[in-house]
């Protein structure tokens, strides 16, 4: 499925993710060469999602890793099942199994819980998964560095058991909001692309793409407003997830044109900060006297 760049921008097009060829193409190389990808981009322009349909369009498994600070190694690769072992242990004593019987049953795959990272590896698929490690730059520099290990060599040592080897190497994507810079080690080892707002034309295409009921000229009205707003300093500019959640509601409220008390109404499709809200009305829709113009003129871009 993902034999030229061609097939990889018709496959996830048929998922309804559009993707333009720059993207397509290093989805291509990473499957090709086999190196992890790293997608960096503000939130919400659909970098996740392209871990979603590439496992969508290889059918195959999608194992996904949510970073956050103080994320370890341990939590990401595995732990052992505590209350389980402690029930054999007390099963053992009953029945008089020798010690050493008992601390070589305990610490057997059978009570190990396998985390995003080991099941990665170790996992009994039938080809190899897609695994998402979101949000790398939430994670702290300790754990990066742990995972420049797994990513060159897909291997995992556990002391009680041994050294575990990928049985199918997986497509690994990483992504980053850019909260801090990802250190150079780790990108070294990837391949990398950053995915930017879309120009008017593509969200167009990709709020067609997932919203199909929605009005070709509401659509074009709401993807020309988010490009405006984007052109504006706010603490928080919206993604093409915020498009697709305001095409959504404007189907929940069953309109077909963007005016101004929807506009106002709908605010927080758009923004998810307070400041951001309050700005944009007190800036933008209080400095002007008909509100329904700038509606007009922000709506309808020549783009």
């Known amino acids: ?32 060469l086999g190196k992890p990808l790293l997608l960096e981009g503000e939130a919400g322009v659909g970098k996740t999602e392209v ?60 009570f190990l819980i396998r985390r995003p990272l080991l099941e990665a590896i170790y ?6 998964p897609v695994l998402l490690i979101d949000e790398i730059d939430r994670c702290d520099e300790e754990f990066e560095a742990f995972l420049l290990e797994v990513l060159s060599d897909f291997q995992i040592s556990i002391p009680e058991i041994g050294t575990i080897q990928a049985k199918h190497r997986p497509y690994v994507v990483l992504t980053s909001n850019r909260t801090r810079e990802v250190h150079d080690a780790l990108k070294r080892r990837c391949l990398y692309h950053w995915i930017d707002y ?13 919203v199909p009921q929605i009005r070709e000229e ?39 044109a963007l005016d101004e008390t929807t506009l106002r109404e709908t605010l927080g499709c758009i923004f998810k900060y307070n400041e951001d809200i309050r700005k944009f ?15 007009k003129e922000w709506a309808n871009p020549k783009a």
């Open 1 to 32: 499925m993902l034999r030229s760049i061609e097939s990889v921008q018709q496959a996830f097009r048929e998922r309804q993710y559009i993707a333009d060829r720059s993207l397509a193409t290093i989805i291509y190389l990473s499957g090709a």
């Open 51 to 110: 871990a979603k349909v590439m496992a969508a369009v290889l059918d195959t498994d999608l194992i996904r890793l949510q970073c956050y600070e103080g994320l370890d190694a341990n939590t990401a690769l595995y732990e052992w099942n505590y209350p389980k072992q402690m029930l054999h242990i007390k099963i053992a004593e009953a029945t008089q199994e020798s010690k050493a019987e008992v601390e070589k049953n305990i610490f057997s795959e059978e």
């Open 123 to 128: 996992g009994d698929f039938p080809q190899a």
């Open 198 to 210: 879309p120009s008017f034309q593509k969200e167009l295409e990709i709020v067609q793409a997932k």
């Open 218 to 256: 509401l659509a074009r009205q709401l993807c020309g407003f988010m490009g405006k707003i984007r052109q504006m300093d706010f603490f928080k500019r919206p993604g093409v997830a915020e498009t697709l959640d305001w095409a959504q509601a404007m189907l929940a409220l069953h309109r077909e």
């Open 281 to 295: 009305t007190s800036e933008v829709l209080g400095g002007k006297a008909a509100v329904q113009e700038l509606i």
